[in-house]
C-alpha cells in the first residue's frame, strides 16, 4: 500500500524529495535508517506534555418559534480570558524574507499566536 512506513525506499524517498540518490544516501546510508529517524521524531512529539491552562468560553442563544418557521439567533466568546493555548510544536518549510521556500527544502518551526479573543455569531432559519 501507498504511503506505509514499509513503502519507505531510498528510491521513493529520492522520488518525493526530489533529490539525487546520492544526496540522499548521504543522510540516510540504508532504508532503515529513514524508519529510526521517524519513529525517534514522533516518540519525542508523543513525550511532549502540554502545559495547564485555563480557557473561558461564552455562548447566548435565542430561538423564537412561530407556527411556520423557527428562527435561532447565537453570539459567543472563545477564550475570553485571552490566555494562551498550549499545543505541540508545529513546523512549516523554511522560507526567506521574501517568503520563496529555501533548498535544499527544510523544516523550521512556526510561531501562531493562541492567545486570541474570538467573537462569532450565527443564525438559522427552520422550517
Given at each position: 500500500?501507498?504511503?506505509?512506513?514499509?513503502d519507505l525506499s531510498i528510491a521513493n524517498l529520492t522520488k518525493v524529495a526530489?533529490?539525487?540518490?546520492?544526496?540522499?544516501?548521504?543522510?540516510?546510508?540504508?532504508?532503515?535508517?529513514?524508519?529510526?529517524?521517524?519513529?525517534?521524531?514522533?516518540?519525542?512529539?508523543?513525550?511532549?506534555?502540554?502545559?495547564?491552562?485555563?480557557?473561558?468560553?461564552?455562548?447566548?442563544?435565542?430561538?423564537?418559534?412561530?407556527?411556520?418557521?423557527?428562527?435561532?439567533?447565537?453570539?459567543?466568546?472563545?477564550?475570553?480570558?485571552?490566555?494562551?493555548?498550549?499545543?505541540?510544536?508545529?513546523?512549516?518549510?523554511?522560507?526567506?524574507?521574501?517568503?520563496?521556500?529555501i533548498n535544499p527544502i527544510s523544516l523550521s518551526e512556526v510561531d501562531i499566536?493562541?492567545?486570541?479573543?474570538?467573537?462569532?455569531?450565527?443564525?438559522?432559519?427552520?422550517?
Amino acid at each position: 500500500m501507498d504511503g506505509e512506513i514499509n513503502d519507505l525506499s531510498i528510491a521513493n524517498l529520492t522520488k518525493v524529495a526530489d533529490l539525487k540518490r546520492t544526496s540522499t544516501y548521504k543522510f540516510f546510508p540504508h532504508p532503515d535508517d529513514i524508519k529510526i529517524a521517524l519513529i525517534g521524531r514522533y516518540i519525542n512529539e508523543l513525550k511532549e506534555k502540554l502545559e495547564n491552562f485555563n480557557q473561558l468560553d461564552i455562548r447566548v442563544d435565542k430561538k423564537w418559534n412561530r407556527e411556520a418557521f423557527s428562527f435561532s439567533f447565537y453570539f459567543e466568546i472563545l477564550n475570553i480570558l485571552a490566555q494562551k493555548v498550549p499545543v505541540p510544536s508545529e513546523y512549516g518549510l523554511a522560507r526567506d524574507s521574501q517568503g520563496v521556500i529555501i533548498n535544499p527544502i527544510s523544516l523550521s518551526e512556526v510561531d501562531i499566536d493562541r492567545s486570541t479573543i474570538i467573537p462569532s455569531f450565527g443564525f438559522s432559519v427552520d422550517f
